[in-house]
């Protein structure tokens, strides 16, 4: 998976990505929600300052008992919207949207700011993760 622009809000995550192994991206998003989801659980439980761990696992618990192809807990919701992007133009509009979500949720003047977006990788300085493949066009 190579990575090109991410945002995480409080209530959800936007990614850009593309497969660069021939993987289908709908098994990516899969593999990706199951790390994730069991890194957060994990640190939940570990964590022993974490006021609300209690609350949290049986929240999941009850979650994972709605649904059958999860046997313990559910961290993501099971919808997601995927959408492919298929032109430079479009990919460039998402980026834009995805690191503008901060700004329009009034967490940050500029979107720059906010450390958990690929903002910061796009104005030429390092963001939290590394590799971050930043979408540049060009003109021919």
């Known amino acids: 998976m190579e990575i090109h622009s991410w945002c995480i809000m409080s209530s959800h995550v936007h990614l850009i990505f593309r497969s660069i192994n021939g993987q289908k991206p709908e098994t990516l998003i899969g593999d990706l929600k199951r790390f994730i989801s069991k890194a957060i659980v994990t640190a939940i439980k570990e964590n022993p300052t974490e006021s609300r761990k209690e609350f949290l696992l049986d929240f999941f618990l009850k979650e994972a ?33 995805i690191h503008q979500n901060p700004v329009e949720a009034g967490l940050v003047f500029r979107a720059e700011d906010y450390g958990y977006s690929s903002a910061v990788d796009y104005s030429d300085e390092k963001g939290l993760l590394d590799d971050i493949v930043v979408f540049r066009m060009f003109d021919l």
């Open 65 to 97: 008992s709605k649904t059958s192809n999860v046997t313990q807990y559910q961290f993501w919701r099971h919808d997601n919207k995927p959408i492919e992007l298929w032109s430079n133009r479009l990919i460039n509009q998402k980026i834009n949207y």
